[in-house]
Nanobody, 126 residues
Framework: QLHVVESGGGLVQPGGSLRLSCTAS????????IGWFRQAPGKEREEVAC????????HYTNSGEGRFTMSRDNAMNTVYLQMNNLSPEDTARYYC???????????????????WGQGTQVTVSS
């Protein structure tokens, strides 16, 4: 079975940082497009960032541009989301997802991703 597991969430004060991890099992993260999404209560699930398969080119939405950075460690079969300068608006459950069959990640809806983790909660509060 192919699955991903997120970790690294927690409570952080405004302006703080967190690094989320997405560890894959059953597939190589380098061969799949990987997306980070988040969902706050009462809101739609939205894409934060994604990384293309192979070359690892990253794409950031307005939510993450300039503050969030994706990276990949193929040896650890893990992708990361470094989040800096967090604000209360970033409070959400963050999900990692893998897109099978495509290299480029941008332009795809969340519903098109194939494998999802259970998410990790990020709470930004003072």
């Amino acid at each position: 079975q192919l699955h991903v597991v997120e970790s690294g969430g927690g409570l952080v004060q405004p302006g703080g940082s967190l690094r989320l991890s997405c560890t894959a099992s059953g597939f190589r993260v380098g061969l799949y497009a990987i997306g980070w999404f988040r969902q706050a209560p009462g809101k739609e699930r939205e894409e934060v960032a994604c990384m293309s398969a192979g070359d690892g080119i990253t794409h950031y939405t307005n939510s993450g541009e300039g503050r969030f950075t994706m990276s990949r460690d193929n040896a650890m079969n893990t992708v990361y989301l470094q989040m800096n300068n967090l604000s209360p608006e970033d409070t959400a459950r963050y999900y990692c997802a893998a897109l099978d069959g495509y290299f480029r990640c941008s332009g795809y809806e969340a519903r098109e991703y194939d494998y999802w983790g259970q998410g990790t909660q990020v709470t930004v509060s003072s």
